[in-house]
């Protein structure tokens, strides 16, 4: 059942429909901001200590000073996932570098602004179809910026053209999604998934995955792959914090492998579900 809807701005836990921030926050005018989305499951935050960790990799990328401890942060959004009483859902954070009148100079001073609230989980469909698309964002989508505005836009398009999600490629090599990693399967078996580095977001969902796969004695191996592998991969899955490991059926118009879920993409659909529930039983303790 869904919980009340809590959030937190500046030391603050209010409902969402009173939190404000200022129309001069630097997030606002320049996407001068970093960004989490957790998960909740079972009642708790998880991957909390991941995602702490991805946020402070953030904040040092952009040069920005965390307004609070990662303990500090930690409890904040533990104390926020109790308040709304929900057993399952997502967490957005945010840190932008704050309110100042516009400059693109920083003023010195300049305190950053913390919004958190909890919300329902997004809807996402069983399957989902793709298109490709030449990956035009900066060099450091390993940073969880608010600059988003070209994922935006990927989106639009997969959706003009009937599909859920856009594929980025940089010159044929497929990096990532536009909110999600991509993962192939081949048809020997062996999961392929972009390396980590500038190209990509190091997705919490991926790094799990990885981990299970490697626990599990799949193959998988962390090298770039491009489009004409995708596009002959007989397993092609997504993973996100909202999406988890999500099946592609179609990309560009064609089915992929038989158009179903693979055997490799629903063992760790179902091995995913269980690391997501022993990980919010931990989190009970
Ligand atoms: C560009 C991009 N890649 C990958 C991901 C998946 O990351 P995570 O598994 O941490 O949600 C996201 C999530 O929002 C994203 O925006």
């Given at each position: 059942m869904a919980g009340t809807i809590e959030a937190y701005v500046n030391d603050r836990f209010l409902p969402l429909s009173e939190a404000r921030i200022s129309v001069e926050d630097r997030g606002m005018q320049f996407g001068d901001g970093i960004y989490e989305v957790l998960l909740i499951h079972g009642g708790y935050p998880i991957f909390l200590a991941e995602h702490m960790e991805r946020l402070e990799r953030s904040a040092r990328g952009i040069r920005l000073s965390l307004p609070m401890s990662r303990a500090g942060i930690g409890e904040m959004i533990r104390a926020l996932v109790a308040r709304s009483n929900r057993a399952t859902g997502i967490v957005y954070l945010q840190v932008t570098r704050g309110v100042q009148p516009r400059s693109h100079r920083v003023a010195e001073g300049t305190v950053p602004t913390l919004v958190a609230y909890t919300r329902d989980l997004p809807a996402h469909l069983p399957v989902e179809s793709c298109v490709t698309l030449p990956?035009?964002?900066?060099?450091?989508?390993d940073l969880k910026t608010t600059c988003l505005l070209p994922n935006v836009l990927a989106k639009e398009a997969a959706a003009q053209a009937g599909a859920d999600e856009a594929i980025f490629h940089r010159d044929g090599v497929v990096t990532e999604g536009a909110s999600t990693n991509v993962f192939i399967v081949d048809d020997h078996g062996q999961i392929h998934t972009h390396p980590t580095g500038p190209w990509i977001l190091a997705g919490i969902t991926r790094q799990v995955v990885v981990r299970i796969a490697q626990e599990r004695g799949f193959a998988l191996s962390e090298t770039p792959f491009d489009l004409d592998q995708l596009s002959a991969a007989s397993e092609v899955f997504l993973t996100s914090?909202?999406?988890?490991v999500r099946p592609v059926n179609r990309i560009d118009g064609r089915l992929v492998g038989s158009g179903r879920p693979g055997p490799v993409t629903q063992r760790l659909m179902e091995a995913y579900a269980e690391v997501i529930d022993s990980e919010a039983s931990v989190m009970s303790r």
């Open positions: 990956d035009d964002r900066w060099l450091h989508c914090t909202t999406a988890h």
